[in-house]
């Protein structure tokens, strides 16, 4: 089965703190994918990587910034966090499986900017 | 722009029924739909994928079917639990994924 994990499920920050997400994934997949999903507003597209290092913006990049060091393993930054990034951040996985790229998600971290 | 609408928002049925949810999309360009279940304050699971080749998937109890000329993907779920109770929502994948706003399903007793 396809693993991904988040760091935390919950955290609560400060504003203008530097916040770290982290996701890993266990199915060498190519593709990873940082959302965000706020009520009325369903899940909207921060950023995107297609390969190590590689990275593309998303719908909503302002704000943010990721990093893809290695395969496994893409974070997601708020280099400067504010009271409306507020949000449930879900990290997702995708790969040329059967040419499907079917996305896989991890169980989401819950973040608070107080 | 792909836009993705699911109808109807919520939906509450006594348990035991057969239910259909309903997801349409405007441009018919895609690669492939994928359905989720989301509980609150959890991640999405995959439920079924349908490529754009396809016109239905099924696994267990689910059935998804995929009309791709008219924009449109239902997903039909038999004989409804109290555990079916979720969010479900509907995705295609063009150049990336498109979410549709869900269908928060209620399955009472």
């Known amino acids: 089965d396809v693993k991904v994990t988040q760091s935390s499920r919950y955290l609560v920050k400060r504003t203008g703190e530097k916040v770290f997400l982290e996701c890993v994934q266990d199915?060498?997949?190519?593709?990873m994918f940082w959302y965000r999903q706020d009520p009325g507003l369903g899940l909207r597209l921060i950023y995107f990587?297609?390969?190590?290092?590689?990275?593309e913006k998303g719908d909503i990049p302002e704000g943010y910034s990721v990093s893809r060091e290695k395969k496994e393993r893409f974070s997601l930054i708020l280099e400067s966090a504010s009271t409306n990034q507020t949000s449930m951040y879900l990290c997702?996985?995708?790969?040329?499986?059967?040419?499907?790229?079917?996305?896989?998600f991890g169980p989401g971290t819950r973040l608070t900017v107080t | 722009k792909q836009e993705v609408t699911q109808i109807p928002a919520a939906l509450s049925v006594p348990e035991g029924e057969n239910l259909v949810l309903n997801c349409s999309f405007t441009?018919?360009?895609?690669?492939?739909l994928q359905w989720f279940r989301q509980d609150p304050g959890k991640g999405l699971t995959s439920l079924l994928l349908?490529?754009?080749?396809?016109r239905e998937q099924t696994s267990g109890r689910l059935n998804a079917s995929l009309d791709k000329s008219s924009g449109r993907s239902t997903l039909y779920i038999a004989a409804s639990q109290p555990g079916d109770s979720a969010t479900y929502l509907c995705?295609?994948?063009?150049?990336?994924?498109?979410f549709g706003q869900g269908t928060i399903l209620t399955v009472h007793p």
């Open positions: 997702a996985s995708s790969g040329a499986s059967g040419g499907s790229y079917e996305q896989y």
């Open positions: 199915m060498d997949h190519e593709n």
């Open positions: 990587s297609y390969d190590v290092k590689m990275k």
């Open positions: 441009d018919s360009a895609i690669y492939n």
């Open positions: 349908i490529q754009s080749s396809q």
């Open positions: 995705a295609v994948r063009g150049g990336k994924l498109t």
